[in-house]
């Protein structure tokens, strides 16, 4: 396959970045995108050129450290993969293919297709958590779930964090993660006791932090490699609510 | 990490993005309970120039013994006019948010931008008010109707609608309410939290009923002025 990548190049967070245009003649169809990637800047080496910077790390779908925005679409167009699952049979033979990094005054660009979304751990560190002592693991039979709630909990604990949802955002908003996470905890017993303060204290962070405001878009879940559901949010905004008629407060 | 939270009902809600939203759910429920009287009230033109007058009279005295002539009406006004400034105030604050939180936008226009009526939310919105505006200036203080404030309301709606380029423009701003309704109702039930992946579907079709029955509803009164029913 012979393709044409426009790709966006950027020095350094402080630099102005613009498209660059890449021609590449030997791209396989099985090639995954970052395997893609990886050719052209091998290309970029031998010829003394700067490669192309992106985050990768398990290359299998569940890290959460590739992503870019493919011809306007997070992750690419195909739906429920990340970026380093996608493979090159997905595009044809001479493609042009746009190529840019998340986009959000909370990601800011590190370096080309490299965002610091640090932001995301700001988001975990004020209440995606629960406080209990660690030791030895405890019965598994000694606090019973039930089935829905521990379905309902497990898909939306397979979040990866990887800032999709932020970048298809028309609003930049990151209710998604944050509600994923909101709604992971807060449908299991061990998270009951810190449910309110959670939600809110999160919500309190993310909007700190100059994510947008959710307008019910659902593009994030569009985009989602994990296909969290929309209706993860609505479990957040519940606890919020809940939390702000009720004035719960941590301390 | 401890975020101390705010104490106060009022600076807790107004405080967090979410709480806007739920002040722009509670507003937007108050405009669509009175758009629908006012849809169901508007079909009275149907039953003729005395039913519809008598409909427009019996508005001013209902409550007389108590809140006196046009009590009732004026204290429905306060409340939208409060419920407007309020919708509007959080959902320019949250358009300026989204607005700050992507400074630098994107080469390749995103695939994948919602459906038409959540896009349009903002600047529909925008051009519902704007409509509003004329739309009391015509029909309720009468100041740009053809026949002025004092006449008949019957006879002010015919011949407003009387001018085809009103009728059009009603209808169009009818519609973009449609529109406003079928994203902002599903939106303002996920807002409270009533939302499930299982219930999502039915959520949006309800949605999309509701709209469609109240733009239906609206739009069939200039239609059928425009076309000669209602004369």
């Not at chain 2, 459906?115 to 919105?125: E, F, N, V």
């Given at each position: 396959m012979k393709l044409t990548l426009r790709i966006w190049r950027q020095a350094s967070p402080e630099a102005k970045g613009k498209m660059q245009s890449y021609v590449l003649d030997d791209v396989e169809p099985d090639m995954s995108f970052l395997e893609m990637l990886d050719v052209l800047n091998e290309k970029l080496v031998i010829d003394g050129k700067d490669p192309v910077s992106f985050d990768h790390d398990c290359?299998?779908?569940?890290?959460?450290s590739c992503g870019m925005v493919i011809n306007g679409n997070a992750h690419g167009p195909?739906?429920?993969?990340t970026t380093c699952q996608?493979?090159?049979?997905h595009f044809d033979d001479g493609d042009t293919i746009d190529i840019e990094p998340w986009r959000a005054r909370a990601f800011p660009?590190?370096?080309?297709l490299v965002v610091d979304r640090s932001a995301f751990d700001e988001i975990i560190k004020s209440g995606g958590y629960i406080s209990v002592n660690t030791g030895s693991a405890p019965e598994a039979h000694a606090i019973p779930v039930d089935k829905v709630s521990a379905d309902d909990a497990f898909d939306a604990a397979?979040?990866?964090?990887?800032?999709a949802c932020v970048a298809a955002c028309p609003n930049g908003s990151s209710m998604l993660f944050t509600a994923a996470k909101v709604t992971h905890l807060g449908l299991l017993p061990q998270g009951q006791p810190e449910r309110q303060t959670r939600a809110i204290n999160m919500l309190a962070k993310q909007d700190e932090l100059d994510f947008g405001g959710c307008t019910n878009v659902g593009a994030c879940h569009e985009v989602c490699p994990k296909g969290i559901p929309l209706a993860s949010i609505a479990q957040l905004n519940h606890d919020v609510l809940g939390a702000t008629l009720t004035g719960a407060r941590s301390d | 990490m401890v975020i101390t939270p705010q104490r106060n009902i009022v600076s807790r809600t107004w405080g967090t993005s979410v709480g806007k939203k739920t002040v722009i759910a509670t507003t937007g429920a108050v405009f669509l309970l009175y758009v629908i009287a006012h849809m169901l009230g508007n079909l009275k033109v149907f039953f003729g120039i005395e039913s519809f007058d008598a409909y427009a009279q019996h508005l001013r005295e209902i409550g007389e013994a108590i809140f006196g002539y046009e009590g009732v009406l004026w204290i429905l006004r306060v409340v939208l006019l409060a419920s407007l400034v309020l919708h509007m105030w959080a959902a320019f604050s949250l358009w300026y948010k989204a607005k700050r939180a992507r400074p630098v936008g994107y080469q390749h226009r995103q695939r994948?931008?919602?459906?038409y009526a959540a896009r349009t939310m903002r600047w529909g919105g925008v051009i519902i008010f704007l409509f509003l505006v004329w739309h009391i200036l015509d029909?309720?203080?009468?100041?740009?109707?053809?026949?002025?404030?004092?006449?008949s309301a019957y006879m002010k709606l015919v011949a407003s609608f009387d001018r085809w380029y009103v009728a059009l423009f009603y209808v169009l701003a009818v519609v973009a309410l449609g529109f406003h309704i079928r994203h902002g109702l599903w939106s303002a039930i996920q807002t409270f939290g009533a939302n499930s992946a299982l219930k999502q579907n039915a959520l949006k079709t309800f949605a999309f009923v509701v709209a469609a029955a109240i733009t239906i509803g609206f739009a069939i009164v200039p239609l059928s002025v425009m076309f000669g029913l209602v004369r």
């Amino acid at each position: 396959m012979k393709l044409t990548l426009r790709i966006w190049r950027q020095a350094s967070p402080e630099a102005k970045g613009k498209m660059q245009s890449y021609v590449l003649d030997d791209v396989e169809p099985d090639m995954s995108f970052l395997e893609m990637l990886d050719v052209l800047n091998e290309k970029l080496v031998i010829d003394g050129k700067d490669p192309v910077s992106f985050d990768h790390d398990c290359r299998e779908g569940i890290c959460g450290s590739c992503g870019m925005v493919i011809n306007g679409n997070a992750h690419g167009p195909q739906q429920y993969t990340t970026t380093c699952q996608l493979h090159m049979r997905h595009f044809d033979d001479g493609d042009t293919i746009d190529i840019e990094p998340w986009r959000a005054r909370a990601f800011p660009v590190v370096k080309d297709l490299v965002v610091d979304r640090s932001a995301f751990d700001e988001i975990i560190k004020s209440g995606g958590y629960i406080s209990v002592n660690t030791g030895s693991a405890p019965e598994a039979h000694a606090i019973p779930v039930d089935k829905v709630s521990a379905d309902d909990a497990f898909d939306a604990a397979t979040c990866i964090g990887c800032g999709a949802c932020v970048a298809a955002c028309p609003n930049g908003s990151s209710m998604l993660f944050t509600a994923a996470k909101v709604t992971h905890l807060g449908l299991l017993p061990q998270g009951q006791p810190e449910r309110q303060t959670r939600a809110i204290n999160m919500l309190a962070k993310q909007d700190e932090l100059d994510f947008g405001g959710c307008t019910n878009v659902g593009a994030c879940h569009e985009v989602c490699p994990k296909g969290i559901p929309l209706a993860s949010i609505a479990q957040l905004n519940h606890d919020v609510l809940g939390a702000t008629l009720t004035g719960a407060r941590s301390d | 990490m401890v975020i101390t939270p705010q104490r106060n009902i009022v600076s807790r809600t107004w405080g967090t993005s979410v709480g806007k939203k739920t002040v722009i759910a509670t507003t937007g429920a108050v405009f669509l309970l009175y758009v629908i009287a006012h849809m169901l009230g508007n079909l009275k033109v149907f039953f003729g120039i005395e039913s519809f007058d008598a409909y427009a009279q019996h508005l001013r005295e209902i409550g007389e013994a108590i809140f006196g002539y046009e009590g009732v009406l004026w204290i429905l006004r306060v409340v939208l006019l409060a419920s407007l400034v309020l919708h509007m105030w959080a959902a320019f604050s949250l358009w300026y948010k989204a607005k700050r939180a992507r400074p630098v936008g994107y080469q390749h226009r995103q695939r994948w931008e919602g459906s038409y009526a959540a896009r349009t939310m903002r600047w529909g919105g925008v051009i519902i008010f704007l409509f509003l505006v004329w739309h009391i200036l015509d029909l309720t203080t009468g100041t740009v109707n053809p026949l002025g404030g004092d006449e008949s309301a019957y006879m002010k709606l015919v011949a407003s609608f009387d001018r085809w380029y009103v009728a059009l423009f009603y209808v169009l701003a009818v519609v973009a309410l449609g529109f406003h309704i079928r994203h902002g109702l599903w939106s303002a039930i996920q807002t409270f939290g009533a939302n499930s992946a299982l219930k999502q579907n039915a959520l949006k079709t309800f949605a999309f009923v509701v709209a469609a029955a109240i733009t239906i509803g609206f739009a069939i009164v200039p239609l059928s002025v425009m076309f000669g029913l209602v004369r």
